[in-house]
């Protein structure tokens, strides 16, 4: 059973670099596509952006100039930095698989406040 | 960027009703559409992809149809674990949009 586990630093100050980690189990994380996705508290859901299977990344330009995905393939796990982050940034934060094909994988995402 | 228009943005209904949830994108998508529902503080949740596929696992009440420009996602009867927000999400083009979202309700 593949499983998916946000985690990261519940608060961050503003400008600072938010940094998300998703581990991934049960599955390689070279055999997907993966996405991060945030929703404001009340708000709708926003793509941020993917990364292949092969390592390329695609980002949401709204969030190109702030954004990294990246994977650390040794552990299996994804990784997401936001810098200069604002209350704007204060979100729920998914990682996810769901694409064009069948598989439809969440985490539980992680809450990040922007605060100082 | 591609603008998902999603209709209505809440609904109100009964137990037993067949609803339709509507998305329509501001060019053309092919079937590169999604369907999920969301309940509080949980993830998404996928109910239909390519347009009209059925997720393993959801029920057969739950259907969707449309192509290009124009998608509808209806719950032929329902049930009151359904009550939910519901969101379509379009992977045809970069940056991938999600619709606003509809939240159903019990009436």
């Known amino acids: 059973q593949v499983q998916l586990q946000e985690s990261g630093p519940g608060l961050v100050k503003p400008s600072e670099t938010l940094s998300l980690i998703c581990t991934v189990s049960g599955a390689s994380i070279s055999d997907y596509y993966w996405s991060w996705i945030r929703q404001p508290p009340g708000k709708g859901l926003e793509w941020i952006g993917y990364i292949s299977d092969s390592g390329r990344a695609k980002y949401n330009p709204s969030l190109e100039s702030r954004v990294t995905i990246s994977m650390d393939t040794s552990k299996n796990q994804l990784l997401l930095k936001l810098s200069f982050v604002t209350a704007a940034d204060t979100a729920l934060y998914f990682c996810?698989?769901?694409?064009?094909?069948?598989?439809?994988?969440w985490g539980q995402g992680t809450l990040v406040t922007v605060s100082s | 960027d591609i603008q998902m228009t999603q209709s209505p943005s809440s609904l109100s209904a009964s137990v037993g009703d067949r609803v339709t949830i509507t998305c329509r994108a501001s060019q053309a998508i092919r079937n590169d559409l999604g369907w999920y529902q969301q309940k509080p503080g949980k993830p998404p949740k996928r109910l239909i992809y390519?347009?009209?596929s059925l997720q393993s696992g959801v029920p057969s009440r739950f259907s969707g149809s449309g192509s290009g420009t124009e998608f509808t996602l209806t719950i032929s009867s329902l049930q009151p674990e359904d009550f939910a927000t519901y969101y379509c999400?379009?992977?045809?083009?970069?940056?991938?949009?999600f619709g606003q979202g509809t939240k159903l309700e019990i009436k």
């Open positions: 390519a347009a009209s």
């Open positions: 996810a698989v769901s694409g064009g094909g069948p598989t439809d994988l």
């Open positions: 999400l379009q992977h045809n083009s970069n940056p991938r949009t």
